[in-house]
């Protein structure tokens, strides 16, 4: 069984940066992309970004394009989303999911395995 875990949300001011983690147990994480979803109240989970298996390829939602960056340490087994220029909008709690292949990364339900989410709030 993997698990994955999410550290690092908390509260921001608009137009300030926040780094996300995503670690994960086991030896298989390498082997798999990883994406980052987020759900506000409300509101549908959401495709952020993925990160192919090697951290050679990178997809963004529009809504985050050019403002974060999805990263990967495989032989730490952790995920990454650096968050910048953050806007109310972004407020949500973020999830980190592994297992999708390109071609069907922004679905959730192609993913295998789902931290528990780690809340970012950015105040206006």
């Known amino acids: 069984q993997v698990q994955l875990v999410e550290s690092g949300g908390g509260l921001v001011q608009t137009g300030g940066s926040l780094t996300l983690s995503c670690a994960a147990s086991?030896?298989?994480?390498?082997?798999?992309?990883m994406g980052w979803f987020r759900q506000a109240p409300g509101r549908e989970r959401e495709f952020v970004a993925h990160v192919s298996r090697r951290g050679l390829s990178t997809f963004y939602a529009d809504s985050v394009q050019g403002r974060f960056t999805i990263s990967r340490n495989n032989a730490m087994n952790t995920g990454y989303l650096q968050m910048n220029s953050l806007k109310f909008e972004d407020t949500a709690v973020y999830y980190c999911?592994?297992?999708?292949?390109?071609?069907?990364?922004?679905?959730?339900?192609?993913?295998?395995?789902w931290g528990q989410g780690t809340q970012v709030t950015v105040s206006s």
């Open positions: 999911a592994l297992g999708a292949q390109i071609g069907s990364h922004t679905r959730p339900a192609a993913y295998d395995y």
């Open positions: 086991g030896r298989s994480f390498s082997s798999s992309g």
